[in-house]
């Protein structure tokens, strides 16, 4: 099967760690301090979990094949009259059975959740992967996961997922057991783009390589950063222009080099179009790597205090200037460039709202 699937809205995350331990989560449901309607539930405090349909993984970056995988999810939870629900694991299983083969995280598991909620998911059964967890027998996770703690109705996985004890089960055993145990079972084949599967290590990868036009395309949505706003040294405002500086808690950054980017303050939602760097600043001497913006319009008072950068487009690469009034004709230019791109998308969905 070949599907482009659909975009999910870019929703601002909010507050939160960026890998929450398990243990210490408590239930969040609309009236928690999270404000967040999507039901959260650590695996001892599961009570009351189903009937549900259930989709299971890690689901970083929620990408074209994991939202295909959801829209199966919330039609069988319509159909069977169940909970359409999420089995996810913190911290990623890699990090504890290979540490050292641990992937970077396009998304924390605080901007997950958020994505799942947008997506429709009622419901999420947040499992600590320790040791134990590691060692849990394909039968008995069934069992005890999904039978008895779950209440699984259905259960709808990708073509590829194993589970248990050396990834020892795979969608076959999974359809044995759920004939055995009283569940359906679907596996669902990765979503084809341009010839390519879409999967969160070729997602990773396009990102990390400045391919932020095709990694946004297999996302669904921009790839985008969130951060804290920063004091940097002045020298952009003294010498150059004045840029917002993000300091970010995240795994994967795109390549070194200039970006037409979208900047919203996750505080009071005002939304920018912008130019951002990152890189070391080389017309400088040396520094620290950096993540900086320039708004191209400005914006009024008040300052952002936590902000997310979204990736749109890829200008260029980072380069030293001989002084920093060269850096600053050539930030200019990059803003042209940055202002006719946004002014051609704005005129194309301009031309694609009157077509409908």
């Known amino acids: 099967m070949t599907s482009r699937g659909e975009p999910i809205p870019a929703l601002p995350g909010r507050r939160g760690e960026d890998r929450t331990e398990s243990g210490g989560r408590q239930e969040e449901t609309a009236d928690s301090p999270g ?3 999507l039901r959260v539930v650590p695996l001892p405090e599961a009570a009351g979990f189903g009937p549900s349909v259930v989709s299971i993984g890690n689901f970083d970056g929620l990408h074209l094949g994991h939202q295909e995988l ?9 159909r069977l009259g169940a909970k359409p629900s999420v089995i996810t694991f913190d911290p990623h299983p890699m990090c504890v059975v290979a540490p050292h083969r641990a992937p970077a995280l396009l998304t924390t598991l605080d901007r997950r959740l958020t994505l799942m909620e947008a997506l429709g998911v009622e419901q ?6 320790t040791e134990e ?20 109705r259905a259960v709808i996985v990708g073509e590829n997922f194993c589970f248990g004890h050396q990834g020892a089960g795979n969608t076959e055993l999974l359809e044995k057991l759920g004939k055995q145990f009283g569940f359906e079972t679907e596996a669902v084949r990765g979503v084809v783009y341009r010839r390519h599967v879409v999967s969160s290590t070729t997602i990773r990868g396009l990102v990390q390589g400045g391919d932020v036009r095709m990694a946004n395309r297999m996302l669904g949505r921009p790839y985008g950063l969130e951060g804290e706003v920063v004091s940097g040294d002045g020298v952009g405002r003294r010498k150059t222009v004045p840029t917002l500086n993000l300091r970010t808690r995240a795994e994967v950054l795109p390549a070194r080099g200039v970006y037409v980017t ?17 890189g070391y600043r080389p017309t400088f001497g040396e520094h620290p790597l950096a993540i ?20 749109l487009a890829r200008l260029r690469e980072e380069r030293k200037f001989d002084d920093p009034e060269s850096l600053k004709r050539q930030i200019l230019r990059d803003a042209q460039r940055a202002e006719r791109y946004f002014a051609r998308t704005r005129r194309q969905a301009a031309c694609a709202a009157e077509s409908i």
Do not use: K
Request: charged share 30%; hydrophobic share 50%.
């Open 292 to 311: 900086e913006t320039f708004i191209l319009a400005g914006y009024a008072p008040p300052d952002p205090v936590r902000i997310r950068v979204e990736f």
């Open 124 to 129: 999420v059964l947040l499992i600590p992967f």
């Open 35 to 37: 404000g967040r309607r």
């Open 133 to 152: 967890t590691a060692r849990m027998p394909a039968v008995e996770f069934v069992e005890q996961v999904l039978v008895r703690t779950a209440g699984a």
């Open 262 to 278: 979208r900047v919203t303050d996750l505080d009071d939602g005002r939304r920018w179009d912008a130019v951002s760097n990152i």
């Open 70 to 78: 959801f829209r199966r999810l919330l039609r069988a939870a319509h």
